[in-house]
């Protein structure tokens, strides 16, 4: 338009058209075919020059109705691109077998070499991308680094590879990074709950990806959660969000994120050997704290300084104590009235009523709780130790407890409860223990001799056992029948009649009667 506007400066002061031609270092033939359009516009020249350049565009390149030959071979593919995008997901499909089924349906249609650039071009259409802007406190978006982390054992010498957790708050592009043990569930979460920790608040929602420890069915309008996801939710306060199934743009930022860590954090430590998860992770955090506050090459600032100045004041506050994971699973109580925890392989009881009945078992690092129809029936304290029992006494029936009393005696068991009652049923109970060759088989008589306190008082046993002592043999028949007969009576009687009241000052003498 500059070419057109001096053009028209030049006419208008009276120059010739072969003078504006060589001024220009154009040729003639440009000047009047141009002064041709002027002519035809109806406007004189100086009307065309207080034009701007778009009204004068129109005047100087009027709209030509172009025929546009329509390309059949353009709109048949054009209908197929999507159905060939399609088909090349499928396992073992190609562009040259795409390609040679649609010539053999179209012979006349594009060739191999056509075919594959078009649909390259659509391709290209189909990757434009959209830039977000991000809110501050809205969105942690969280991901698994496609890299491992290399810890040597140091019992072995085995270097083992190690998960690794990136999130990032995409507003301020604040991260986190942490190496886990494994990618469960509990190690999962227990880092998700130090990174917010880490960050001293909680985000709107955090959005992750399809990964089974987080979604447990996808959908594009409506994924279902797994049940530690939506425990974690609730603690927080925090929504739960999924990307598309095979979209990681929607995610954009911890993809960038993730790739920046091998570049700050992995490469820096290449050539470090870590024995432990700990020290791993100190070494990352110290790489993690370089990053965070060094400052951004365009924004003039760094994601330390934008967090504290601009987000972090806007999450929601911290649970007063810290995450715990806990597991849910169903389980069978068995006819020896435990419950097995599977991950363990350990069993726990319960209340022996329940028997055959389907429980719930919710659980975590320390606790084992048992629920029945949402009432829980048993507590335990979790114990690893595989293929072992937790029993507690007052889930046994009357004849097991009664049983078990019985795997804890043993001759010193016997002698001490006789012991407490008196010397004499002491020396009974060693009697006893004393006529078989194999103590155990005499503990129910040291047990009967033992409960006949209960009817008769702890002075009448001891009364009757010595009397059993002047027999020439001890049996529980013997001090039974003492007891039961009331010999023993004639004996205490006997014994106080002939014990010597001891001196004091309430005994009165032939002087207090003068």
């Given amino acids: 338009m500059l070419q057109v506007r001096r053009i028209l400066q030049l ?31 109806g406007l004189t020249l100086s009307q065309l020059l207080l034009l701007n350049d778009t009204d004068l565009a129109k005047f100087v390149y009027p709209e030509q109705a172009i025929r546009v030959k329509e390309d059949t071979r353009a709109s048949i593919f054009d209908s197929q691109v999507d159905y060939v995008r399609k088909e090349l997901k499928r396992t073992g499909v190609t562009r040259k077998l795409l390609w040679q089924e649609y010539h053999k349906v179209h012979p006349q249609g594009y060739e191999y070499s056509q075919f594959c650039e078009r649909l390259s071009k659509q391709s290209r259409l189909q990757k434009v991308v959209m830039h977000l802007d991000h809110q501050p406190a809205d969105k942690l978006q969280v991901d698994f680094a496609g890299k491992t982390f ?33 990618a469960t569930g509990y190690y999962l979460y227990t880092a998700l709950a130090e990174c917010l920790k880490y960050f001293g608040g909680v985000p709107c929602a955090i959005l992750s990806d399809n990964m089974k420890q987080f979604v447990l069915k996808s959908n594009r309008y409506e994924p279902t959660f797994n049940e530690l996801a939506e425990q974690f939710s609730v603690y927080y306060n925090t929504s739960l969000l999924a990307t598309r199934v095979s979209r990681p743009r929607d995610k954009a930022s911890v993809e960038k994120q993730v790739s920046t860590t091998y570049q700050r954090i992995y490469a820096p430590l290449r050539n470090r050997e870590f024995f432990s998860v700990e020290s791993a992770n100190a070494a990352v955090m110290e790489c993690l704290e370089v990053h ?39 389980a069978k109580v068995q006819h020896n009235y435990h419950v097995l925890l599977g991950e363990d392989m350990h069993q726990y009881s319960v209340p ?17 709780e048992v629920f029945l129809d949402m009432q829980r029936i ?19 029936p009357q004849n097991h407890r009664k049983y078990k009393e019985t795997m804890g005696w043993d001759a010193d068991y016997f002698l001490g409860q006789g012991e407490k009652i008196g010397i004499n049923t002491r020396e009974v109970i060693a009697r006893l223990l004393a006529k078989n060759f194999f103590p155990e ?44 007969n009331n010999r023993d009576l004639q004996n205490i009687a006997s014994q106080t009649y002939n014990h010597p009241l001891p001196d004091h000052q309430n005994i009165r003498g032939k002087e207090a009667y003068q």
């Fill in 11 to 41: 006419l208008e002061e009276g120059r010739s058209k072969r003078e504006a031609a060589r001024q220009l270092g154009v040729s003639r033939n440009t000047v009047d075919q141009y002064a041709h359009r002027f002519k035809l516009c």
């Fill in 292 to 330: 965070n506050t060094t400052p951004m090459q365009r924004a003039g600032h760094s994601r330390d300084e934008l967090f504290y100045r601009e987000e972090q004041h806007l999450l929601k506050p911290l649970p007063a104590m810290d995450f715990i994971v806990r597991h849910r699973t169903k």
């Fill in 441 to 484: 088989q005499t503990y129910r008589a040291c047990k009967g001799v033992l409960s006949l306190s209960a009817k008769y008082g702890k002075i009448r046993l001891e009364a009757a056992c010595t009397m059993a002592m002047t027999l020439p043999t001890t049996t529980y028949s013997m001090v039974s029948n003492i007891l039961k």
């Fill in 352 to 368: 022996y009523i329940h028997v055959g009945k389907h429980v719930q078992l919710v659980y975590d690092a320390w606790e084992v």
């Fill in 378 to 396: 048993a507590l335990h304290r979790r114990d690893i130790r595989r293929n072992g029992y937790t029993t507690r006494e007052e889930h046994m």
């Fill in 150 to 182: 290399p810890v040597t054992n140091p019992l072995t010498g085995v270097k083992h590879e190690h998960p690794v957790l990136v999130c990032v708050l995409p507003f301020s592009g604040k991260s986190f990074v942490q190496v886990l043990e494994n």
